[in-house]
């Protein structure tokens, strides 16, 4: 029997991906992301940006000499609609 599968959430207070490893939110779980909030954009961003302030302020306390950065990028960009 094979293991179940690992899905693509955060490894707190690293911020990595369980599965992938890859700076969280990574590409599958954006995607799943996008999929659970299709029809409610306002709330993924709200959701998403409390998330990016939890990451910040664990990802400051772990390395207080190289603060994390480009975190609106990371979590907030590529959630917003597009025109």
């Known amino acids: 029997m094979g ?3 690992v899905p693509h959430v955060a490894m707190r207070p690293l911020w990595r991906c369980r599965n992938c490893g890859t700076e969280w939110p990574c590409q599958p779980a954006k995607l799943a992301l996008l ?4 029809n409610n954009r306002t709330s993924l961003l ?3 940006g ?3 302030h939890e990451a910040t ?7 207080p000499d190289h603060p994390p950065a480009r975190m ?3 979590f907030l960009s590529w ?5």
């Open 57 to 63: 302020n664990q990802l400051t306390q772990l390395h």
């Open 72 to 74: 609106t990028e990371r």
């Open 79 to 83: 959630a917003r609609t597009r025109s």
């Open 3 to 5: 293991r179940p599968p």
């Open 35 to 38: 999929t659970e909030y299709r």
């Open 46 to 48: 709200i959701y998403l």
């Open 50 to 52: 409390t998330l990016m």
